[in-house]
């Protein structure tokens, strides 16, 4: 390994990709010349958002439950659709489950955050709330392409029935 400098320098040993040139780890960026301040009504906000998201989260935790009870339901009932209906909800429960924890992090450091005027707080909720917003931002784009495929097979699949029911009533 060679030695590289710091940027107070002091030798130290490069580790590979990670304290390459211009790599910076999550979070730990360097300050800039003025720190980000938080106004007394920036901070009612968060209040607003961490009680929000409090009540969110606990409205999907309760939406959890009862899709696993609807999957648990479902999946006795021993039918085939039945059980590929119950697996589904299974799925789903376990989908949502991701956004929910996230929901009650980012309320609880955002409460934390305006409670004790904590900057790590803050920065743990953004760090959560981004994590939110990326995740729903992705299922988002995985059920549009979703969507369009499904309208393509649908639109494919009338054209091959209609042409078939055409062939079978012409005279």
Known sequence: ??????????????????????????????APQQQLKISGAGEYLLKGI????????????I?????????IYL????YSAATG??????????IYLYPTIQAFNVSKNFKLATD?????????GLGNL??????????????FILLI?????GITTYNQASSELNSLFEY
């Open 116 to 124: 004790t005027t904590s900057d790590q707080a803050l920065e743990n």
């Open 130 to 143: 981004k994590s939110l917003v990326t995740f729903i931002g992705v299922l988002s784009i995985i059920g």
């Open 50 to 61: 961490a009680k929000w998201m409090n009540i969110i989260a606990i409205l999907s935790t």
């Open 149 to 153: 495929i499904s309208v393509i097979v």
């Open 75 to 78: 999946l006795q009932i021993g």
């Open 63 to 71: 939406m959890i439950i009862l899709v696993i009870i609807a999957a």
């Open 85 to 94: 209906a119950g697996v589904a909800y299974l799925v789903v429960a376990a």
């Open 1 to 30: 390994m060679e030695e590289i400098q710091n940027p107070q320098g002091q030798p130290q040993q490069q580790a590979g990709y990670q304290q390459q040139a211009g790599y910076q780890q999550p979070y730990q960026q360097p």
